[in-house]
């Protein structure tokens, strides 16, 4: 057999896997944005652009969307990477393990769950009637951006912890010697050593999360309460609410494009931070 | 020659919870000396080492580097610098970023150019001058050896510490690399302190050498005093082979010892200071010591039988018995191998050593 037609035979499973899962339904998506809505619903093969043009109909979700999902990214980055740290570099090996198990316990219960706890907490009968009881004003939490936040980052936190713990993990000791025995106080070698050498952790980590936010539905509904909504909550609605198929393949095409624009500008200036490797200039 | 305290270990302990990994160490090492740590895996070399660097505190006693107390000062506020095991290049630096990086700590900072004029003669000196931009993967372990190297020397501490450093190298590099090293040592004039556990590693790059023992030093000197004069059976048996001899003790003769071993055998030994001029010796005696005659030779001797006969090239060597002694090895020089052929198994000898040829050695 030549070596070619092997590697075809061996990577056919693979393709036929990425066509009928990845390809296809992208395909469907396409086609269906170009149609229009049939009277109950639906979809009448058409080719039209309106469904494109009625875009800023919705841009709410689009903004909600492309500014909570990078805040939240950047937010559980900020809280994940000291806690990566921490676990990887600085605490007892002995009881690493069970400190791990603990950052994924929350993932035995289902987020609806989770959801629903937190508003318990966020709502009127939780933290701001303590607050208010403190005397201080009560503030309004549930149903704000804020609440929805927090919603994001209790979810997401595990996700981004764990990809930076890997890198920290694996990270080899010596180097953090050689540094400082070639005369780098700690904060300098934690800038130029450690931290350019996770960064492919925190680049998986925050590909992670930012991409599963994009498409989040579910903690907006729930904490957002219909005020803060997403391109997920939209095309829950267009999908399953106003049967309007064309529009809402119209916008989840969008956001696949926006998407591959953001997370490949996001890789190519970590690839400069890190990967053309050299310049690690952050000092 | 004056020689000038570099740095001292003064009664230095360290402990690892239960672990006594070094133990009452005192030592001085001399300004511009190349001293290197000999002894088997695990006796505490690398601890030894690390104390100096300061990645490892003493649990008791001082280390002075340049005659202060550095006691608990981090390692990255210490004159000395360090050439890792495994070399510990920064992968995501290139050589020249690999090698200016101890200049790039520097407050205040220097100036481009100079940081960029001293990686290049810091290169130049480890051969690698072509090679500045270069990937440290792209690089083979001669030549991350060397980087490593350059980044070390290239900020001119008072020490240049190394562990091991060739230890991952295969053997022809490894002796290339040996001699290159020293020669480096000579040329900057650094106090080099070497890590090793390769016996002709030391001996053959140090001006002294420090053999360790289970925590603790069993001995310094040149490796001439070293070989010639060991001071205890451990180092006696450490550098170079010895057949070790029980004997006792009958008298003095001026500065040797006279001793009586099995079957009345008489030597007429050097003492090691230590050793007392009466009561039980050990007595160790060089196999290239040992003269080996054919039976019925002229002159005096004792009689043993050869139990087998190893050709060496230059050397041969002969494992013989007799009532007295159970075991002795001779290594004979094959110019003056036996006249007449040499002695196969089974043949009768005669052998003798000269006065002073043994040497009595402390019981310890
Ligand atoms: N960080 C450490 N923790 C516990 N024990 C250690 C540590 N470093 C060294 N040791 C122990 O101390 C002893 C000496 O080790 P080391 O100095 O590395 O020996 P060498 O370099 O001569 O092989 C060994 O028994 C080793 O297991
Ligand atoms: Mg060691």
Not at chain 2, 93 to 114: E, F, I, K, S, T
Not at chain 2, 201 to 216: F, N, P, T, W, Y
């Amino acid at each position: 057999m030549r070596p070619s037609l092997r590697t075809t035979l061996f990577l056919a499973p693979a393709t036929a896997w990425l066509i009928a899962m990845l390809v296809l339904p992208l395909v469907v998506v396409v086609v269906f944005s170009f149609g229009e809505r049939g009277a109950a619903g639906g979809y009448v093969p058409a080719f039209t652009f309106d469904n494109y043009f009625n875009l800023g109909a919705r841009w709410a979700a689009f903004r909600n969307t492309l500014t909570l999902a990078p805040l939240g990214t950047v937010l559980c980055l900020l809280i994940a990477y000291p806690l990566a740290y921490f676990l990887a570099q600085k605490a007892d090996p002995r009881w690493r393990t069970a400190l791990l198990i603990l950052v994924i316990v929350p993932f035995w219960t289902s987020i609806l769950i989770r959801s629903y706890a937190w508003i318990q907490i966020l709502g009127g009968n939780g933290l701001p009637r303590l607050i208010g009881e403190l005397g201080f004003d009560r503030p309004r939490f549930i149903n704000t951006p804020f609440a929805v936040m927090v919603g994001i980052v209790y979810g997401y936190l595990p996700l981004m912890v764990f990809p930076i713990y890997v890198a920290l993990e694996k990270l080899d000791r010596r180097l953090l010697e050689a540094s400082s025995d070639l005369g780098s106080p700690p904060w300098r070698t934690f800038l130029q050593v450690t931290l350019p050498l996770s960064l492919a952790g925190v680049a998986t980590g925050s590909m992670l999360v930012f991409i599963l936010l994009m498409g989040e539905f579910l903690i907006p509904q729930l904490l957002g309460g219909g005020k803060v909504f997403f391109v997920g909550n939209a095309l829950v609605d267009l999908f399953l609410q106003s049967r309007n198929w064309p529009f809402g393949a119209a916008m989840a095409a969008t956001l696949v494009l926006v998407m591959l624009v953001t997370v490949s500008l996001y890789l190519r200036s970590l690839r400069r931070l890190s990967g053309g490797r050299d310049d690690v200039a952050l000092m | 020659m004056v020689n000038q305290t570099i740095a001292e270990l003064r009664n230095v302990t360290k402990r690892f919870g239960a672990v006594t990994a070094a133990e009452g160490l005192n030592l001085a090492i001399f300004q511009g000396e190349f001293l290197s740590f000999l002894g088997p895996s695990g006796c505490g070399k690398t601890t030894a080492l690390r104390m100096l660097a300061g990645f490892e505190q003493a649990s008791e006693g001082d280390v002075l580097i340049d005659g202060t107390v550095v006691n608990g000062v981090p390692p990255h506020q210490r004159p000395v610098n360090m050439v890792f095991q495994q070399y510990a290049l920064f992968p995501h630096m290139n050589v020249a970023r690999n090698v200016a990086y101890g200049l790039n700590q520097r407050r205040p900072r220097l100036a481009r150019a100079d940081i960029a004029a001293k990686v290049a003669r810091a290169l130049d000196m480890v051969r690698l001058s072509g090679f500045t931009d270069r990937r440290i993967w792209e690089m083979s372990g001669g030549q991350q050896q060397r980087v490593a190297l350059a980044r070390a020397i290239v900020n001119e501490p008072k020490i240049l510490l190394l562990d091991e450093p060739m230890a991952a190298l295969d053997k022809k590099l490894r002796h290339d690399m040996q001699i290159e090293l020293k020669s480096l040592q000579r040329e900057l004039g650094i106090t080099f302190v070497l890590v090793t556990h390769d016996q002709e590693e030391a001996l053959s790059m140090s001006d002294r050498v420090c053999i360790m023992h289970q925590g603790r030093i069993a001995q310094i000197g040149t490796p001439e005093e070293l070989y010639d004069q060991p001071q205890n059976r451990y180092v006696a048996d450490f550098i170079g082979r010895s057949n070790f001899i029980a004997a006792r003790a009958v008298g003095r003769d001026g500065e040797r010892l006279v001793a009586e071993g099995p079957g009345g055998l008489r030597f007429v030994a050097r003492a090691a200071e230590k050793t007392a001029g009466e009561g039980t010796v050990t007595l160790s005696l060089r196999p290239e010591e040992i003269r080996v005659a054919p039976d019925g030779a002229a002159g005096e001797g004792h009689e043993m039988r050869v139990t087998h006969r190893i050709f060496l090239g230059e050397h041969v060597e002969y494992h013989l018995r007799s009532a007295a002694l159970d075991h002795l090895i001779a290594v004979v020089p094959r110019s003056t191998d036996i006249a007449g052929g040499t002695p196969g198994v089974g043949v009768a000898v005669r052998v003798s050593w000269r006065d002073g040829a043994a040497l009595a050695l402390a019981e310890d």
